[in-house]
Every structure is written in C-alpha cells, then in structure tokens.
C-alpha cells in the first residue's frame, strides 16, 4: 500500500493522502505489456478455463484460449478431465477448431489422421509401422502424444496452468478466498460445485482486462452507475467496497426480499448458507481473471478471457440448486439484475480504454480513498511482471 | 526552393531543371513519420477545429481528433468558447464520446461523477469532502480540473493549439493568408465570421493528407480531372497553380456567369467584396490542414483530420450569407461544383496512395515547372518533423 | 536432405530417422520473415502472373501483385507481352487500379496525364515542351517511361521477374519440371501453349504459402482428406508422394474410365500424350508459386499470390483443348474433381495456420519418412533467405 512519505521534522503520523496515483496510461495500451502479462500472468497462473459440468460425457471437449494457446478441455473415458494443447504433434494442425464437441473415442488430427486418445497418448496413425525412431525404437507414445496441461476443479469449474511448475493452487486460488471471507470454509456453505447453471452471458467488451478488475474492485462508481444494484445493496450508495473488509458482506436493504432487478424474492437460500451470510452479498476477486459473487440464493460466477490489450471476453454463469434448473423455475429477475450491472460496468470500462493514451493520462488518474486498495492491485502486477514504468 | 548546381567555369546563370524530385514513398506510408507529424505538426501548430457557430448555446460541444488527443470544445456560460482534452482527471474515462451534444451545466464523467464546470473546473465529486492533499487541504479544483487547450476564434472557426507554448497565431495562421493574397485585409472584404453553412460535406479519404496538400496546391492536373472547374476558370486548363502568384485570382470565364456548376448565376457578390476581387476565384493553403477557397459570392473552407499514414478525413462547408442560408435559396449549383471537385481530388489521391511503397518511388517521382512550389512544402516539412531522408 | 549423425564407432551405414523436424513455427507467422521472402524469392525468382491467352488483343492489359509492386501486364500494338511497375513516373499514381481491362493506344495516367505507350515509353505529357532535363535537353522518353519488369512465355503463361538481373529461366523454371518428369520434353506432349482456359476458380486461403506447398508435395494425408481422389488414384491411398520419384505419374484405378469427380470417361486424350502417360497423373512443383497437374485430357495449373504471412490467393486454371472449350462440352465432372481437393487441402492448410504460433510448435512438428522430401524444400528456403532460426 502507498503510504506518504514522513513529515519531516515532526512526530506527526504518517499519512496517506487522500489521492493516490494510478499506473499510466501504457499499461493499459501497449502491446508489449500485454504480451509480459500473456507470458507472466495468464500462461504461470492457474486460469479458470470450463465449467467442469458443461464436460458431462467422455470426449466431450471444450477449447479455451489461454494466454497465447489454445487448450482443449476433454473428458476422459475414466471420466476425469484432463486439459492439452490443442496441436497435432506430427505437422502441427488444429485438432478442434469448434469451441466445443463431442467426439467418439479418440482425438483424431483431421489432416493426416494421427490419433490420440482422451488421455493424449498417441493411439494410431498411418503407417504407424513405419514410424521409427534414430535408434529403430517404436516411437514414444507419450511423447509424441498431446502436449499436457495442469488441470485442477474447484468450485465446479477447471482451472488449467501453462507452467512449467504450476504455483500451488491452495495458495494461489483458494488462499484469494480465504483471505477476502475470512475463512477457507465459507465459501464451502455454497456448495458451488454442485450447483447448476441456470443463465449464461458471454459479453465481449473493448477494454483492457485490468479496467475490468479495477471496476469489480471498487464501489466509488456504484451510485452513479448502478441504480438497481444499489437499491438492493444500499450501503453500496456510499461507494466504500465491501471487498476492503475482510469477510464482510453488504446487507440487503430492509424493503428488499431478495437479490433481483426489482427486490422481489428469490429463491430458498441454498442449503449450506449461515443466517450470517443471509441477505448478504459478497463479492470476491481472484487473480488474475475470475470474480465470484455469493448471495444466499445464487451465484455469479465470471471468468475473463483477455484477448488483446484492449479486448476481453468475459463470461457469466448465474448459478442455482438443481431444483431451480430442473424444475424450471424462472430466473430472470436475479439474472437481470447482474447483467444490467455487468453491461454498466463494461460500459464504463469501453469509455476508459480509449483514453488511456492521451497525453493527460500518462502518469495515469488518481485513486479516491475508497478506491486506494486497488493501488495493492497494481503493486501485485508491476511485481509479477516486471516495473516496466 | 531547389537550384540546380551552377555550371561549372561559365558565367550563365543558374538554371533550375524542368524536373525536381518529390519527397520519396516513404513519407506517406511509414506509421514513424506519421507519428512524427502527429507530434511536430498537429499537436503543435494552431489546428482549425470547428466552426464557432456550430456551438451556439452554453453546454453545447462537440468532439475533435487533434493528433493523438481528444479534445473537447464547449461553449461557456459566459459565451466564451473553450477547449479541454476529453478525459476525467479522476480516472481516465472519456467524458463525452458522442461527436457532439449539449450538457446542461456542467460535464459529468458518467463513471464515478467527477464534475467539471464549463470553465473546466473541478466543481464537485462523490465524497468531495474526503478529497484531501497530503497536506490536509482541500484539493485544486483547477489542477484537478479539465486540462486547458489554447483556442483562438479566427474566420468563425475555432482553432486549437495542444503546445505548451502555442506559436503566434498572427504569424502562422493570418501570417499564411496574407503571404497569398499580399495584404492583411483582403480577406476581410468577405466577412468569413458571419457567414453560415449552407452545406457541409464530410470525406472520409484513404490517401495521406500530404497527398491531398499536394493536389490543392498545384492545377498541373486540372485539365486532366476537373472539367467542371476548367469551364469555370478558363486558366485553370493551362496548368498553372493561381496559388503561386501573390494576390492573383483566377477570372471566371467570359460566359460565365458564376461559381456553379453550370456557370448559371450564383448569388449577389458579398458585400464587402471589391471589383478587383469580382469574378476570381482564390485558394489559399494554411498549413497543416486547412484550404480555404474564395469566391465572389460564398466561400470553401476545407478542413482536415488526419488519422493515419493513409487516411484522411476531410470536413468541407460551403459558407453564404445569412440571407441566402435563413432564405432557404438553392445552393445546390454552387455546391455541386466543389463537390465534383472534392471527388475528382480525392480519387486522384486515393490512386496514389497505394504506390507510395513501389520501388519505384522509393526516390520520390518528379515535379514539372507548374509543380515547382510544392518543394517549398516539403522543405518546410523536413524542417518541421527532422530530415528523416 | 536431412542425414542421422553417423553412430560413433561402428561402421554401420547412416540412417535416416523416421521423424525429422520441419521448420519451426515462426517461419509461418512472422512479418519479418515474409518480408524477407517477398524481397528474396517472390521479387527475384520468375513468378508466374497471367495466362497469356487472357490478353489477347493489344492494349489489354492485367494487373498482378508480385511481392510488394503491382506489375502490370500488357500486349503490345506488336503483339508481344511487355510487363511494368504499375506506377506513373511523374508523381506516382498508380496507372491501373483495375484487375483487367483494354486501353486504346496508350497507357495514360489519370491524374496528370502523363501518356506511355504500350512499350512503356512516354509518349506525351501536358506542356511537353517545358520538361526538360538540367541541361536543356528534351527529357528521356525511355528513362521516364514506365520501369520495365522482363517477362518470359512459357507453357502459356507468362512469368514476369523483379530482379535486376533474372536467373537463368531455363535452369529455374524448365529445370524444374525437367527434374521432376525426368526429360525436357515430356511435358511438351500436353501442348499446354495451346489449350484453352476451361474453368478458372480463385481460392482466398487464409494460410502461409509454404503450408500450402508442403500440402501439395506430400501424399500422407491424401487418404485422410482426398476420398475422391484416391479412389481415381488408388496408390495415393499409401500416402507415397507420386512427386518423389522421377518420372513416376500415378495410375488411375482399374475401374476409372477418367480423372473426373465420380471416374466417370473424360475427354479424347490431348493429341501428344503418349500411351506411357496415359491413364496417368504427374504433379509438379515449380517454385516458388506454381503447381502443375498434367492428366491426358486436361491440365489444372495453379498459381499462388502470398499476399501476406496468413493469407495466399490461388488461381487455379483447368485447361482443356480448344475442342472442348469452344464446342461447349461440359468439364463440370473433370472440374469437380480438383476444385474438391482444392478446397480440402486449403481446408487443411487453414486450420494449420493458427498453430503455428504454439509454444508446442516452437520447434516444428515432425516428417514421417512420406513426407521426408519436404525437408529439402526447407532448406532450400533457408537457403534463399538466410538461415534464420
């Protein structure tokens, strides 16, 4: 945190001013700082890639631009996930060039025919015989099967890593939500995994990935911006975000029976949720790319997929109990009520972008006290990539 | 001006070539150079914006691309015009990203709130109270206000300046008028300030505006591409640029009854006008971006927004007396003429624009005599932007 | 071609692996090294342009990309084909921006009305008589005349060079087809001067050139994406590339009666074509752009354009004898056949392009021992343009 340099020659205490500076406008524009991002941040971190249900049958596949890779998410026949590069090893075709499928058995590169199985070891290819190594060995199945990727589940979705040695997912990914609900267990009350989707919106907004965090971090725009949210979550009017308190959550307002675009009721709460975290909306962010939000009923869940400096896909799930989703119950009123918050958030992102390049901003703006959290935001990033500034 | 060497042991005197060479390709394709220009000339020189009328009311703006910026101009509460660069000193998001618009007292950002007053002024923020420096004061509403733009009103046009320290107005803008018609007043006599748009036409043109410079600045080619034009001003079929001499005119043909399409009559003279100026036409060139075209009974003012190495947007108004534009009188000859003019032009650079690359220009091509002053511009822009040859 | 390192010790004779390596990924999506093939190969090499029968009367004309120029290709009053940089020496627009099209008696250009004959000379210019060099002099109808590209006919097509100083057409170009048909003379046996253009299709694939030759030298994938065709050519089904061995053309299957889409009869053979090439299917592949297809009723010649690293126009022409085209018999049936090859090996070579750029592919891919002649085109192309990796 960006503390003011010590008075001098006084014992007052230190204080931070009220405004603080953001990074500068290049941070969000260029694309060499894009590419130090793709390689430190989305290629060596754990990136939330699927919806692990979305992956029912065996050789039902997706495939997921990570960084600069396209991964290919496949359900074994063992009925275990497993993620690959989406590359045939022998002349480097595509193997799935649909988002998403189903195959029967096997991988089969549609060029020359080399095929792998659901666990990526190469299983045939034509004139297989032939195919010798220096030494006249067999060649390898392994290594010139799918090149692997860690996958792990959490939550309900698959996390993948591109590094060579994946950070631990414990720390990394579970330790972002312990550390912002105060503890591991909390979030455990949602019993995310076994939930169902019951809306998704996938929204592809021209901003920088990171004016996207930096609004999901903040709460200074919500009285501007978001008028229904904040009629539902009054304290948010005050602009403070509830992010900053650890294991706070903002109260519904006392009018508001339940988190939708009109205060109407929602639905039970789910089963695990503590008369604590009733009525409570949490929001949580976890780096580099998803934010997870909890109400009692529901839950938001949204992964970005950044595509360029000044492009992000970003896609959300609104999740419900499998009775919700089976029996069709109708979810509109709690999915518009993020989903307006959403398009009001990437609107303001979409305003920002093209800013970042003006003279005016080259040493950036200036973060409000509500906002001077983010600042850490930025720290984490200039130390994970490199202080290009 | 570029001489030929003097001969070697004689006494004749010096003798400029038929043939001079241009700038070579180089310079109308390469994103350095434009990058250049955009920082040596665009944002540096007196830039003519808009049209002063075009912003009657208090709150009215409208939006302009000068160089790499964004700039804003609005018409104050005390009638004044301004221009500030269109960004939110908070955190960076683009106040007004309609081309133009009425605010009714201030601007607002429209993410976190952030309120200018048309003077530019910080005038109030969400939680403005807690906005302290680090001292404990409250913070400079003009240091966080909107970042002025110097603005000059000249001909009813507004005409920004993005330099620290904007040149003399006098010298380069009136400075340019004068040079060409050879006194200060001459064009005073056509009282530019009060005429209206009759007509505006905006081009959107896939060349280099150096490229479109060029063509303005000589008639070589008027023969080939302007019948219209020739029928109007017999001269112009010689090839002669009327630009180069100092206060000529081009006459109107002996047939010819007025700067139309047709040579039908157009509209009474403009009451300052003299006889001498009675049935000529003058262009004038006032570097980087404006052409201004005067004729007895209306004026074309052309100005340029160039926005990349091959494009150039090109905003045309054909400007008459309030009696004709309030009558409602057809204007229709008079503008088709220009505008067949405007295309001829345009396609002419559009179809020298792609070659810019060829080997064969990478030395430049040639200029005739009739094309000789258009060195004087390519000297003036080496000198501008660095002698990048 | 690649060789195993000798194995230490013994005096066992060298072996070739079974998999050796292409080239890595780079060379398919870099711009720089494109560029380096437009200035070393495309802007060197003879490059096949035009068939020479689409320009039939003098003043017709085509205007082909040849690396980074437009060239433009034009009968002469003469009756010969001449080639020039697309470009006016005077100010550089561009002459032609048509594909095709029929001038009179000259070339003029439309901007300036500088006027070159259909032998490139300038022929006449407004104010002539003014142009005249530094001493005087009546300025060089020849060195202001259009800039001369050579051009040699061959096969029916002409072939235009940007080089200073052209190789050798005979060993470049007829060496090719020489090595690979194993005499001078036996592609004379097609005529192929004279036949007549059937059908012509223009494929826009979004792929690097070289995936596109490689696709064409090998057969390994035939069995995979070619079922029309292996079942006229039943031996490709083993994936051997016919083009490996000299001479050899692959036979049609017992049951084919001719190379069409269902093995339905094709035409008469072409009068030249000997019993030993009948019933046959000889490819070839004449660097860096073209491939030729000889079967003994017709002839399908492709020609590429690389207009970018990830994009490749090719013209395919199917050629017939002046029988067939003039008496309006159907080719659909011998059309259908190649056209669906066409489109699946393009298919094939455009779902390899976005691999390219994988970390998996840093280092290539891999050969079977199929495809193992492919490594020499690789090298020859490291060869041409500096070995880069």
Partial sequence: ???????????????????IPTLGGKWYVEDSIFAAEQEHLFEQMWFCAVRSADLARPGQFRRVQVGRESVLIVRGRDGALRAFLNICRH??????????GQVKRNLRCPYHAWTYG??????????MSALKDAEGEDIDRVAYGLVPVALREWLGYAWVCLADEPPSFESEVIGAVTERLGTATAIDAYDIDNLKVGRRVVYDVAANWKLIVENFMECYHCATIHPELTEVLPEFADGLAAQVFVGHGAEFGPEVAGFTVDGSPGFERLPGVSPEQDRRYYAITIRPTVF?????DHIIFHRMYPLAADRTVVECDWLYTGDVVAGGRDVSHSVELFHRVNEQDFAACERTQPTMSSRAYRNGGVLVPAEHH???FHEWLLARIGDMR
Same sequence: chains 1, 2, 3.
């Fill in 1 to 19: 945190m960006t503390t003011a340099s010590r008075s001098e020659s006084t014992d007052l205490p230190v204080r931070t001013p009220a405004l």
């Fill in 91 to 100: 002349r480097g075709a595509m193997l799935c060039t649909e988002d998403e």
């Fill in 292 to 296: 997870v939000n909890l109400v009692p």
């Fill in 118 to 127: 659901l666990d990526g070891k190469l299983v045939t290819a034509p004139n």
């Fill in 374 to 376: 983010i600042a850490e």
